[in-house]
Protein backbone atom coordinates (compact mmCIF):
# COMPACT_ATOMS: atom_id res chain seq x y z
CA UNK A 1 0.00 0.00 0.00
CA UNK A 2 1.28 3.33 -0.90
CA UNK A 3 1.89 5.97 2.13
CA UNK A 4 0.87 9.39 1.50
CA UNK A 5 3.87 11.95 1.83
CA UNK A 6 4.59 15.29 2.62
CA UNK A 7 6.73 17.20 2.53
CA UNK A 8 6.91 19.86 5.63
CA UNK A 9 7.91 23.39 4.50
CA UNK A 10 9.14 26.29 6.37
CA UNK A 11 9.18 29.87 4.89
CA UNK A 12 11.57 32.54 5.33
CA UNK A 13 10.10 36.22 4.38
CA UNK A 14 6.57 36.55 3.70
CA UNK A 15 6.27 40.05 1.62
CA UNK A 16 5.17 39.54 -1.77
CA UNK A 17 6.96 36.32 -3.12
CA UNK A 18 6.88 33.96 0.59
CA UNK A 19 2.77 35.18 0.46
CA UNK A 20 2.24 34.45 -2.88
CA UNK A 21 4.30 31.13 -2.59
CA UNK A 22 2.77 30.42 0.26
CA UNK A 23 -0.72 30.68 -1.11
CA UNK A 24 0.27 28.28 -4.10
CA UNK A 25 1.57 25.81 -1.85
CA UNK A 26 -1.56 25.63 0.09
CA UNK A 27 -3.83 26.15 -2.69
CA UNK A 28 -2.27 24.45 -6.13
CA UNK A 29 0.82 22.06 -4.96
CA UNK A 30 0.25 18.32 -4.06
CA UNK A 31 1.80 16.73 -1.16
CA UNK A 32 3.11 19.28 0.61
CA UNK A 33 2.05 21.95 3.78
CA UNK A 34 3.72 24.90 4.68
CA UNK A 35 3.99 24.15 8.90
CA UNK A 36 5.99 27.25 9.99
CA UNK A 37 6.74 30.99 8.79
CA UNK A 38 9.23 33.27 9.53
CA UNK A 39 9.57 37.23 8.85
CA UNK A 40 11.88 40.14 10.24
CA UNK A 41 8.12 42.00 10.16
CA UNK A 42 6.46 39.63 12.44
CA UNK A 43 2.82 40.65 11.92
CA UNK A 44 3.37 40.10 8.09
CA UNK A 45 4.56 36.31 9.13
CA UNK A 46 1.12 36.40 11.48
CA UNK A 47 -1.12 37.48 8.41
CA UNK A 48 0.21 34.92 5.94
CA UNK A 49 -0.18 32.07 8.57
CA UNK A 50 -4.01 33.08 9.23
CA UNK A 51 -4.30 32.56 5.39
CA UNK A 52 -3.02 28.60 5.42
CA UNK A 53 -4.85 25.79 6.14
CA UNK A 54 -3.96 24.29 9.69
CA UNK A 55 -1.93 25.08 12.02
CA UNK A 56 0.96 27.21 10.85
CA UNK A 57 3.86 27.89 12.97
CA UNK A 58 4.92 31.49 13.37
CA UNK A 59 8.76 31.44 14.49
CA UNK A 60 10.77 34.46 15.38
CA UNK A 61 14.24 33.51 14.79
CA UNK A 62 14.94 31.83 10.84
CA UNK A 63 17.34 29.65 11.79
CA UNK A 64 15.65 28.08 14.64
CA UNK A 65 12.97 27.19 11.55
CA UNK A 66 15.75 26.00 9.42
CA UNK A 67 16.86 23.45 12.52
CA UNK A 68 13.55 22.58 13.71
CA UNK A 69 12.98 18.87 13.01
CA UNK A 70 9.61 19.31 11.74
CA UNK A 71 10.67 20.98 8.81
CA UNK A 72 11.79 18.67 5.88
CA UNK A 73 12.68 21.82 3.40
CA UNK A 74 12.85 25.49 3.24
CA UNK A 75 12.33 28.16 1.23
CA UNK A 76 13.77 31.42 1.52
CA UNK A 77 11.92 34.70 -0.32
CA UNK A 78 13.45 37.39 2.47
CA UNK A 79 15.02 40.18 0.75
CA UNK A 80 18.30 39.50 -1.13
CA UNK A 81 20.76 40.63 0.89
CA UNK A 82 19.74 37.70 3.45
CA UNK A 83 19.87 34.62 1.36
CA UNK A 84 23.72 33.75 1.70
CA UNK A 85 23.44 33.23 5.85
CA UNK A 86 20.17 31.58 5.17
CA UNK A 87 20.93 29.42 2.24
CA UNK A 88 24.20 28.48 4.40
CA UNK A 89 22.14 27.62 7.63
CA UNK A 90 20.11 25.28 5.47
CA UNK A 91 23.39 23.54 3.87
CA UNK A 92 24.84 23.40 7.60
CA UNK A 93 21.67 21.54 8.47
CA UNK A 94 21.34 19.51 5.54
CA UNK A 95 17.91 20.67 4.62
CA UNK A 96 16.90 20.94 0.97
CA UNK A 97 15.94 24.98 0.21
CA UNK A 98 14.41 26.39 -2.28
CA UNK A 99 16.08 30.29 -2.82
CA UNK A 100 14.42 33.10 -4.96
CA UNK A 101 16.77 34.40 -7.58
CA UNK A 102 19.28 35.67 -6.84
CA UNK A 103 21.59 33.02 -5.06
CA UNK A 104 23.24 36.19 -3.63
CA UNK A 105 23.81 39.24 -4.98
CA UNK A 106 27.82 39.03 -5.54
CA UNK A 107 29.59 36.16 -7.24
CA UNK A 108 32.20 36.09 -3.97
CA UNK A 109 29.15 35.30 -1.92
CA UNK A 110 27.67 33.06 -4.40
CA UNK A 111 30.61 30.97 -4.80
CA UNK A 112 31.21 30.81 -1.05
CA UNK A 113 27.53 29.46 -1.23
CA UNK A 114 28.66 27.01 -4.19
CA UNK A 115 31.82 25.74 -2.60
CA UNK A 116 29.81 25.29 0.76
CA UNK A 117 26.99 22.87 -0.79
CA UNK A 118 29.57 21.13 -3.01
CA UNK A 119 31.22 20.33 0.76
CA UNK A 120 28.34 19.46 2.39
CA UNK A 121 27.86 16.49 -0.81
CA UNK A 122 25.90 19.18 -2.88
CA UNK A 123 22.11 18.50 -3.80
CA UNK A 124 20.40 20.60 -1.66
CA UNK A 125 20.00 24.32 -3.53
CA UNK A 126 17.51 24.88 -6.12
CA UNK A 127 17.19 28.24 -7.05
CA UNK A 128 13.88 30.00 -8.27
CA UNK A 129 14.62 30.97 -11.64
CA UNK A 130 10.77 30.28 -12.39
CA UNK A 131 11.06 31.44 -16.08
CA UNK A 132 12.75 28.23 -17.29
CA UNK A 133 8.83 26.21 -16.24
CA UNK A 134 6.68 29.27 -18.22
CA UNK A 135 4.77 27.52 -20.60
CA UNK A 136 5.97 30.33 -23.00
CA UNK A 137 9.66 30.08 -22.42
CA UNK A 138 9.55 26.13 -22.04
CA UNK A 139 7.89 26.16 -25.78
CA UNK A 140 10.38 28.45 -26.99
CA UNK A 141 13.55 26.69 -25.93
CA UNK A 142 12.22 23.35 -27.36
CA UNK A 143 11.61 24.93 -30.77
CA UNK A 144 15.14 26.33 -30.71
CA UNK A 145 16.60 22.79 -29.33
CA UNK A 146 14.74 21.12 -32.65
CA UNK A 147 15.41 23.20 -34.94
CA UNK A 148 11.79 24.83 -36.55
CA UNK A 149 13.19 28.22 -36.67
CA UNK A 150 16.71 27.65 -38.03
CA UNK A 151 19.70 28.61 -36.26
CA UNK A 152 19.07 31.19 -33.80
CA UNK A 153 20.62 34.52 -34.72
CA UNK A 154 19.02 37.34 -32.44
CA UNK A 155 16.87 38.11 -28.99
CA UNK A 156 15.45 40.76 -28.41
CA UNK A 157 14.12 40.69 -24.87
CA UNK A 158 11.71 43.29 -22.90
CA UNK A 159 12.07 43.41 -19.35
CA UNK A 160 9.46 46.16 -17.62
CA UNK A 161 7.71 47.33 -14.56
CA UNK A 162 5.35 49.87 -13.57
CA UNK A 163 7.23 50.83 -10.45
CA UNK A 164 10.43 49.63 -8.68
CA UNK A 165 11.00 49.24 -5.02
CA UNK A 166 11.95 52.28 -2.80
CA UNK A 167 16.31 52.17 -2.73
CA UNK A 168 16.21 50.20 -6.09
CA UNK A 169 19.86 51.45 -7.48
CA UNK A 170 21.11 50.76 -10.58
CA UNK A 171 23.37 47.89 -10.03
CA UNK A 172 20.55 46.13 -8.37
CA UNK A 173 18.22 46.76 -11.30
CA UNK A 174 21.17 44.06 -12.76
CA UNK A 175 21.41 41.92 -9.91
CA UNK A 176 17.96 41.63 -8.75
CA UNK A 177 16.17 42.13 -12.27
CA UNK A 178 17.99 41.42 -15.38
CA UNK A 179 19.29 38.61 -13.91
CA UNK A 180 16.36 36.49 -15.12
CA UNK A 181 17.68 37.80 -18.61
CA UNK A 182 20.89 36.39 -17.40
CA UNK A 183 19.96 33.08 -16.66
CA UNK A 184 16.99 32.36 -19.77
CA UNK A 185 18.93 33.22 -22.48
CA UNK A 186 21.58 31.02 -21.77
CA UNK A 187 18.79 28.32 -20.90
CA UNK A 188 17.05 28.66 -23.84
CA UNK A 189 19.87 28.17 -26.24
CA UNK A 190 22.11 26.09 -23.87
CA UNK A 191 25.03 28.23 -24.95
CA UNK A 192 26.60 30.51 -22.36
CA UNK A 193 27.41 33.97 -21.97
CA UNK A 194 30.37 34.91 -23.33
CA UNK A 195 30.80 39.32 -23.30
CA UNK A 196 28.26 41.26 -21.55
CA UNK A 197 27.85 45.34 -22.69
CA UNK A 198 25.63 48.00 -20.83
CA UNK A 199 24.17 51.34 -22.40
CA UNK A 200 21.69 53.48 -21.32
CA UNK A 201 19.47 56.60 -22.56
CA UNK A 202 18.59 59.59 -20.22
CA UNK A 203 16.98 58.44 -17.09
CA UNK A 204 13.37 58.99 -17.04
CA UNK A 205 12.43 62.17 -15.46
CA UNK A 206 9.88 60.83 -13.36
CA UNK A 207 12.09 58.22 -10.97
CA UNK A 208 14.41 58.84 -7.95
CA UNK A 209 17.54 60.68 -9.12
CA UNK A 210 20.41 58.40 -9.40
CA UNK A 211 18.85 55.44 -10.65
CA UNK A 212 19.36 54.45 -13.97
CA UNK A 213 16.11 53.56 -15.56
CA UNK A 214 15.72 52.48 -18.70
CA UNK A 215 18.94 49.94 -19.56
CA UNK A 216 19.95 48.39 -22.26
CA UNK A 217 21.93 45.37 -21.74
CA UNK A 218 23.51 43.63 -24.85
CA UNK A 219 24.68 39.98 -24.75
CA UNK A 220 27.19 37.56 -26.67
CA UNK A 221 26.66 34.02 -26.28
CA UNK A 222 29.29 31.21 -27.53
CA UNK A 223 26.66 29.98 -30.23
CA UNK A 224 27.57 33.60 -31.74
CA UNK A 225 23.74 34.91 -30.89
CA UNK A 226 23.15 38.40 -30.09
CA UNK A 227 20.89 39.30 -27.04
CA UNK A 228 19.63 42.81 -26.42
CA UNK A 229 17.29 43.25 -23.45
CA UNK A 230 15.50 46.61 -22.63
CA UNK A 231 14.96 46.92 -19.16
CA UNK A 232 12.70 49.44 -17.73
CA UNK A 233 11.71 49.05 -13.99
CA UNK A 234 9.67 52.37 -13.41
CA UNK A 235 7.45 52.10 -17.16
CA UNK A 236 4.32 53.04 -15.19
CA UNK A 237 1.89 51.61 -17.51
CA UNK A 238 1.97 47.48 -16.61
CA UNK A 239 4.16 44.35 -16.02
CA UNK A 240 5.69 43.26 -19.44
CA UNK A 241 7.97 40.79 -20.41
CA UNK A 242 8.43 39.93 -23.96
CA UNK A 243 11.08 37.82 -25.71
CA UNK A 244 11.56 37.20 -29.94
CA UNK A 245 13.85 34.65 -31.11
CA UNK A 246 14.99 35.08 -34.80
CA UNK A 247 16.46 32.35 -36.10
CA UNK A 248 17.57 32.00 -40.09
CA UNK A 249 14.06 30.43 -41.14
CA UNK A 250 11.27 32.29 -38.61
CA UNK A 251 10.94 33.63 -35.81
CA UNK A 252 9.40 32.25 -32.34
CA UNK A 253 8.04 34.91 -29.70
CA UNK A 254 6.37 34.73 -26.03
CA UNK A 255 2.49 36.10 -26.41
CA UNK A 256 1.15 37.89 -23.29
CA UNK A 257 -1.42 35.25 -21.66
CA UNK A 258 -4.50 37.17 -21.96
CA UNK A 259 -8.07 35.57 -20.84
CA UNK A 260 -10.00 38.19 -22.38
CA UNK A 261 -10.37 41.52 -25.11
CA UNK A 262 -12.71 44.29 -24.09
CA UNK A 263 -14.24 46.49 -26.90
CA UNK A 264 -15.08 50.00 -26.22
CA UNK A 265 -15.49 53.25 -27.59
CA UNK A 266 -14.16 52.71 -31.03
CA UNK A 267 -10.83 50.35 -29.57
CA UNK A 268 -10.29 47.29 -28.98
CA UNK A 269 -7.64 46.19 -25.84
CA UNK A 270 -6.59 43.54 -23.02
CA UNK A 271 -4.91 44.46 -19.68
CA UNK A 272 -1.39 44.09 -18.20
CA UNK A 273 -0.67 42.23 -15.38
CA UNK A 274 0.47 44.91 -12.19
CA UNK A 275 3.49 42.94 -11.34
CA UNK A 276 5.29 39.42 -12.23
CA UNK A 277 2.63 37.37 -9.54
CA UNK A 278 -0.06 37.03 -12.16
CA UNK A 279 2.01 36.88 -15.31
CA UNK A 280 4.43 34.28 -13.69
CA UNK A 281 1.22 32.10 -11.85
CA UNK A 282 1.83 29.13 -13.90
CA UNK A 283 5.15 28.99 -13.65
CA UNK A 284 5.50 29.61 -9.92
CA UNK A 285 2.98 26.86 -9.25
CA UNK A 286 4.83 24.22 -11.98
CA UNK A 287 8.14 25.10 -10.44
CA UNK A 288 7.14 24.52 -5.96
CA UNK A 289 5.57 21.29 -7.75
CA UNK A 290 8.78 20.47 -9.05
CA UNK A 291 10.68 20.97 -6.11
CA UNK A 292 8.53 18.95 -4.08
CA UNK A 293 8.61 16.02 -5.94
CA UNK A 294 11.95 16.26 -6.65
CA UNK A 295 12.88 16.33 -2.79
CA UNK A 296 10.25 13.49 -2.15
CA UNK A 297 11.66 11.47 -4.57
CA UNK A 298 15.38 12.49 -3.18
CA UNK A 299 16.09 13.06 -7.03
CA UNK A 300 18.46 15.83 -8.39
CA UNK A 301 16.56 19.46 -8.60
CA UNK A 302 14.79 20.02 -11.86
CA UNK A 303 15.34 24.03 -10.56
CA UNK A 304 18.32 26.39 -11.08
CA UNK A 305 21.00 25.07 -9.26
CA UNK A 306 23.27 26.81 -7.44
CA UNK A 307 26.19 26.68 -10.03
CA UNK A 308 23.48 28.35 -12.41
CA UNK A 309 22.98 31.01 -9.79
CA UNK A 310 27.14 31.86 -9.55
CA UNK A 311 26.91 31.51 -13.61
CA UNK A 312 24.41 34.24 -13.55
CA UNK A 313 26.15 36.28 -11.07
CA UNK A 314 28.97 36.55 -12.52
CA UNK A 315 27.38 37.58 -15.74
CA UNK A 316 25.72 40.36 -13.82
CA UNK A 317 29.23 41.40 -12.33
CA UNK A 318 29.91 41.93 -15.80
CA UNK A 319 26.70 44.05 -17.11
CA UNK A 320 27.71 46.24 -13.57
CA UNK A 321 31.97 46.63 -15.06
CA UNK A 322 30.29 47.61 -18.14
CA UNK A 323 28.10 49.99 -16.87
CA UNK A 324 31.10 51.47 -14.55
CA UNK A 325 33.13 51.56 -17.09
CA UNK A 326 31.54 53.82 -19.96
CA UNK A 327 30.02 51.01 -21.78
CA UNK A 328 32.54 48.85 -22.67
CA UNK A 329 32.37 44.78 -23.65
CA UNK A 330 33.24 42.76 -20.79
CA UNK A 331 33.85 38.98 -21.09
CA UNK A 332 32.39 36.78 -18.73
CA UNK A 333 35.11 34.89 -16.45
CA UNK A 334 33.58 30.95 -15.63
N1 LIG B 1 11.24 34.83 -9.04
C1 LIG B 1 10.64 35.99 -9.14
O1 LIG B 1 9.96 36.25 -10.11
C2 LIG B 1 10.75 37.00 -8.05
C3 LIG B 1 9.90 38.11 -8.07
C4 LIG B 1 10.00 39.03 -7.04
C5 LIG B 1 10.93 38.86 -6.03
N2 LIG B 1 11.75 37.78 -6.06
C6 LIG B 1 12.75 37.60 -5.00
O2 LIG B 1 12.05 37.18 -3.83
C7 LIG B 1 12.63 37.78 -2.66
C8 LIG B 1 11.56 38.58 -1.93
O3 LIG B 1 11.07 39.58 -2.78
P1 LIG B 1 9.67 40.30 -2.47
O4 LIG B 1 9.25 40.94 -3.75
O5 LIG B 1 8.74 39.35 -1.80
O6 LIG B 1 10.13 41.42 -1.45
P2 LIG B 1 9.32 41.96 -0.18
O7 LIG B 1 10.05 43.18 0.25
O8 LIG B 1 7.87 42.07 -0.51
O9 LIG B 1 9.49 40.82 0.91
C9 LIG B 1 10.69 40.52 1.53
C10 LIG B 1 10.38 40.11 2.97
O10 LIG B 1 11.60 39.69 3.58
C11 LIG B 1 11.57 40.14 4.94
N3 LIG B 1 12.93 40.17 5.45
C12 LIG B 1 13.91 41.08 5.21
N4 LIG B 1 15.02 40.75 5.90
C13 LIG B 1 14.76 39.57 6.52
C14 LIG B 1 15.52 38.73 7.36
N5 LIG B 1 16.79 39.02 7.67
N6 LIG B 1 14.94 37.61 7.84
C15 LIG B 1 13.64 37.30 7.53
N7 LIG B 1 12.87 38.08 6.77
C16 LIG B 1 13.42 39.20 6.26
C17 LIG B 1 10.92 41.52 4.85
O11 LIG B 1 10.42 41.95 6.09
C18 LIG B 1 9.84 41.27 3.81
O12 LIG B 1 8.61 40.88 4.40
C19 LIG B 1 13.80 38.63 -3.17
O13 LIG B 1 14.99 37.92 -3.06
C20 LIG B 1 13.47 38.88 -4.63
O14 LIG B 1 14.62 39.08 -5.42
C21 LIG B 1 11.67 36.85 -7.03
Redesign the pocket.
Given at each position: MEVDVVLRVGI?????????HARTLAGSVARVDVVAV????TE?AEEVARELPGDVRVMSD?YALIQDADVDGVII???????RD?VLGCVAAGKPVMC???LAPTVAECEEVVAAEQAAGGGLISL???RRFDPGYVEMKEAIATGTIGAPLRITGVSRGVAS?PGTTSESSVV?SAI?ELDVIPWLLQSPITAVNWQAPRASGLIEEGLQDPQLILLRTSDGVLTSVDVFLNDRYGYDVRCEVLGEQGAISLVEPVRTVSDLALARSTRYPAD?RLR?ADA?RRELQAWVDAVLAQAPTPLATAADGLTAARAAEAVITSMHEDGRWVEVGR
Open positions: IGTGNMGADTDVARATSHDSTHYEKPGFMYNHWFY
